[in-house]
């Protein structure tokens, strides 16, 4: 069974320019997560779904960032326009419906914006 | 507010000796515990979680952690450490009653020595 699948794995771009990361999750996942991680830190949430409905994205830097998964599969993460303080790891994650699923996640995308 | 506590950044240890990574939680409700592991360029994996039950806990890979309510800890352990142990370790929670959302963990890096 194929995992998580992210691209680009990696992506360097100048500020002020968009990006966008792909995420496909494991097939019958209902819910998906986008978390970025910068480098010595822990995971932070910034939007979960449960099928295309974003039932949590109060973390999610709205000016900058967007999100969606239009038909609850895969998801997009958009960033317009890119800041300096945007590097990081974008990780996506997926799990079966309920509070204490396990997460399988992807294997991220580094973001380098100079 | 509740949080996670790994207490090292790094622990170098060498081949074949025991290790264990530390994780002190706080937190005004009970939780959830998870340990989870991200190999140099992969993704996170989990390793073990405690739901209820058992306070002592066996996941891949030969580690264990042990649960322990009164010192809010959940340390990892492993009796003899192989090269391949090498990697990022995270501790996560999840607050009963909460959003689901994990509560990561900085991280702490397992250096095997040979």
């Known amino acids: 069974e194929a995992g998580v699948v992210q691209s680009p794995r990696y992506k360097i771009i100048e500020k002020k320019q968009p990006v966008a990361f792909w995420c496909n999750p494991i097939?019958?996942?209902?819910?998906l997560y986008w978390y970025l991680q910068n480098l010595g830190q822990g995971p932070e949430l910034l939007i979960r779904y449960e099928n295309e409905e974003a039932v949590d994205d109060s973390q999610l830097p709205k000016d900058r960032f967007s999100a969606e998964r239009l038909k609850g599969v895969d998801s997009t993460l958009k960033i317009q326009p890119a800041e300096l303080g945007d590097s990081a790891v974008y990780l996506c994650?997926?799990?079966?419906?309920?509070?204490?699923?396990?997460?399988?996640f992807g294997p991220g995308t580094r973001l380098t914006v100079l | 507010a509740q949080s996670v506590t790994q207490l090292d950044s790094q622990v170098p240890v060498f081949e074949e000796a025991p290790v264990e990574l530390r994780c002190n939680y706080s937190s005004s409700v009970s939780v959830y515990l998870f340990w989870y592991v991200q190999y140099p360029n992969q993704g996170l994996q989990l390793l073990l979680k405690?739901?209820?039950?058992s306070t002592l806990v066996k996941g891949i890979n030969g580690f264990e952690a042990e649960f322990n309510k009164s010192q809010t800890s959940f340390h990892l352990r492993k009796p003899s450490v192989h090269i391949s142990d090498t990697a990022e370790y995270f501790c996560?929670?999840?607050?009963?009653?909460?959003?689901?959302?994990?509560?990561w963990g900085a991280g702490t890096k397992l250096i095997i020595k040979p």
């Open positions: 994650a997926s799990s079966l419906q309920g509070t204490y699923n396990e997460q399988f």
């Open positions: 996560a929670v999840i607050p009963q009653g909460s959003n689901y959302q994990l509560i």
């Open positions: 097939s019958g996942h209902n819910t």
């Open positions: 405690y739901l209820s039950g």
